[in-house]
């Protein structure tokens, strides 16, 4: 069973910037899907960004040019660095992995991943 532990989640303003971090047990983040998951509240949980097994990277509309996920295979820890932070980035994020990955788009689909994270608090003040 894969054990993802997030934190780094803080009140920021906007404009600011945060890097939430993943730390991956029972598992590598390599032989994993791995993403980002966020969810104000009120709304659906929705998948910010992803890194595939193959190392290929995706993102919602909404945080493109902004946001950088990364993995640090020796660390087994995977990355979210959040520029230029929004107040409609505001919710809970949490890290989600999965070892049947979709090497595509889908890998933003929640549905496709059965490990989470407990979250981490992102507030974004104007």
């Known amino acids: 069973q894969v054990r993802l532990v997030e934190s780094g989640g803080r009140s920021v303003e906007a404009g600011g910037s945060l890097r939430l971090s993943c730390v991956v047990s029972?598992?590598?983040?390599?032989?994993?899907?791995m993403a980002w998951f966020r969810q104000a509240p009120g709304k659906e949980r929705e998948g910010a960004a992803s890194?595939?097994?193959?190392?290929?990277?995706y993102y919602t509309n909404s945080v493109k040019g902004r946001f950088t996920i990364s993995r640090d295979t020796a660390k087994n820890t995977v990355y979210l660095q959040m520029n230029s932070l929004k107040f409609e980035d505001t919710g809970k994020y949490y890290c989600?992995?999965?070892?049947?990955?979709?090497?595509?788009?889908?890998?933003?689909?929640?549905?496709?991943?059965?490990?989470w994270g407990q979250g981490t608090q992102v507030t974004v003040s104007t």
């Open positions: 989600a992995a999965d070892p049947v990955c979709y090497n595509n788009i889908r890998s933003l689909e929640k549905s496709n991943y059965r490990n």
């Open positions: 029972g598992g590598t983040s390599s032989s994993n899907c």
């Open positions: 890194i595939t097994t193959l190392g290929f990277t």
